[in-house]
């Protein structure tokens, strides 16, 4: 990735105009690599910068993708291979998280749930996902991660942003443990919001968004956490629209993978999808944006 971006690779180059032409204030990137010393990520921001859009501040702490577990966590007899990571990955970072704003973020002050164990989570479908007794005491819930990162508002308040990207609900067997595994990882959120978890719940105002990887009514998946978190009335979903409807990813069929629900007490003024103009060398997903009033 960091060769793509300091060469200048047409698809990152459109990804980059595409964002600047959106001018958000606060970015959340999925599916983006982590190295150690954020090369990757300054090289992209430079990007940013060069096509007009200054975000200065950023977080991205290393993600569970990639990070070894050192067991058989597949149960194929082979240990070190990208299914036996916490999250998939071929190397420490592969497809994780970062965000960028134009807005102080307080990362002394941010929540890092990535180190929280699967079979910690009240409710979890972990029972039949087909773990030895010793992968389901390292297991990782976050496949990538979940963060809780507050960015400091000109009003001197905070809005806290939880973000995550979820694994894909497929590539397993009838044990269906990604299917489980990205139920959860939505789940995590209602657990959160219940303050059911050994941290008090988030302080209003707050907004989910990321990768959830699954449709609430089409594709493959467990939907009932991310129907519950859409209808939970302590969020909205602005429902956005572009030139595919709702959807924000084309995998054989337009689906929606990737939501932004603000909570409840703020005021939501515009939100949308935007897809790169036809012949335009993009990623098949695509920039989801919400619009708020800042309280």
């Not at 164990?117 to 979890?124: M, V």
């Not at 029972?127 to 809780?148: C, E, I, N, Y």
């Given at each position: 990735m960091l060769a793509d971006i300091e060469t200048g690779d047409p698809q990152v180059t459109a990804a980059a105009?595409?964002?600047?032409?959106?001018?958000p204030d606060v970015l959340l990137l999925t599916g983006f690599d982590w190295d150690h010393d954020g090369r990757a990520l300054a090289a992209f921001s430079a990007a940013l910068d060069a096509a007009?859009?200054?975000?200065?501040?950023?977080?991205?702490?290393?993600?569970?993708?990639?990070?070894?577990?050192?067991?058989?966590?597949?149960?194929?007899?082979?240990?070190?291979?990208?299914r036996d990571a916490q999250g998939y990955g071929r190397f420490t970072g592969q497809g994780g998280m970062a965000l960028l704003s134009r807005l102080p973020l307080r990362t002394e002050a941010a929540r890092d749930f990535s180190a929280f164990?699967?079979?910690?989570?009240?409710?979890?479908l972990i029972?039949?996902?087909?773990?030895?007794?010793?992968?389901?005491?390292?297991?990782?819930?976050?496949?990538?991660?979940?963060?809780?990162v507050p960015v400091a508002l000109p009003s001197g308040r905070d809005l806290h942003l939880l973000a995550f990207a979820a694994t894909p609900p497929l590539f397993d067997g009838?044990?269906?443990?990604?299917?489980?595994?990205?139920?959860?990882?939505?789940?995590?959120?209602?657990?959160?919001?219940?303050?059911?978890?050994?941290?008090?719940p988030p302080l209003a105002p707050f907004a989910i968004l990321g990768d959830a990887d699954i449709d609430q009514v089409a594709g493959e998946g467990r939907r009932?956490?991310?129907?519950?978190?859409?209808?939970?009335?302590?969020l909205q979903d602005p429902r956005p629209e572009g030139a595919q409807g709702t959807a924000t990813a084309l995998y054989g069929a337009p689906l929606r993978l990737?939501?932004?629900?603000?909570?409840?007490?703020?005021?939501?003024?515009?939100?949308g999808v935007i897809w790169p103009e036809a012949g335009e060398t993009a990623p098949r997903r695509a920039l989801v944006w919400v619009d708020i009033s800042l309280p």
């Open positions: 105009a595409l964002i600047a032409g959106a001018r007009g859009l200054v975000l200065p501040h950023r977080y991205a702490p290393r993600p569970n993708a990639g990070v070894q577990s050192w067991l058989d966590l597949d149960g194929n007899g082979r240990m070190g291979e990208p164990l699967w079979a910690d989570l009240p409710g979890s029972d039949g996902a087909g773990l030895s007794p010793a992968a389901r005491a390292v297991q990782r819930l976050s496949s990538t991660g979940h963060w809780d009838p044990e269906d443990r990604n299917g489980r595994r990205n139920r959860d990882e939505t789940a995590f959120w209602l657990r959160y919001l219940d303050g059911a978890l050994p941290v008090p009932d956490a991310l129907v519950a978190l859409l209808a939970d009335p302590r990737h939501y932004i629900m603000p909570s409840a007490d703020l005021r939501v003024t515009g939100a």
